[in-house]
């Protein structure tokens, strides 16, 4: 069955960085578009960014434009978040998600889901 396993979080104080990795299993993954998910506590789950499936186009949100890159490395079957200066704002569980054929955009929809890792920044 399809696996996406997220790793890489824990804490950092604001202005820090962190790298998350998603790990995925049994799918093509060449073939899925990658998104990076976020919710904090109390609040609705967020889109962050995605990557196409070739890795040649990206979106993101804009209150991480500018210190969020994502990236992807199709022979090794995984999706990299590299967030720098970190804020407390961004403290949430972060989730990776698979979608095959919608894109890129924020609103599109995911086929599997990560059971996600958890970003705390301190101030």
């Known amino acids: 069955q399809v696996q996406l396993v997220e790793s890489g979080g824990g804490l950092v104080q604001a202005g820090g960085s962190l790298r998350l990795s998603c790990a995925a299993s049994?799918?093509?993954?060449?073939?899925?578009?990658m998104g990076w998910f976020r919710q904090a506590p109390g609040k609705e789950r967020e889109f962050v960014a995605a990557?196409?499936?070739?890795?040649?186009?990206?979106s993101s949100t804009d209150s991480v434009k500018g210190r969020f890159t994502i990236s992807r490395d199709n022979a090794k079957n995984t999706v990299y978040l590299q967030m720098n200066s970190l804020k407390p704002e961004d403290t949430a569980v972060y989730y990776c998600?698979?979608?095959?054929?919608?894109?890129?955009?924020?609103?599109?929809?995911?086929?599997?889901w990560g059971q996600g890792t958890q970003v705390t920044v301190s101030s």
């Open positions: 990557i196409s499936w070739t890795g040649g186009s990206t």
């Open positions: 049994g799918l093509t993954f060449s073939s899925y578009n």
């Open positions: 998600a698979a979608n095959r054929g919608r894109g890129i955009g924020s609103l599109v929809s995911y086929d599997y």
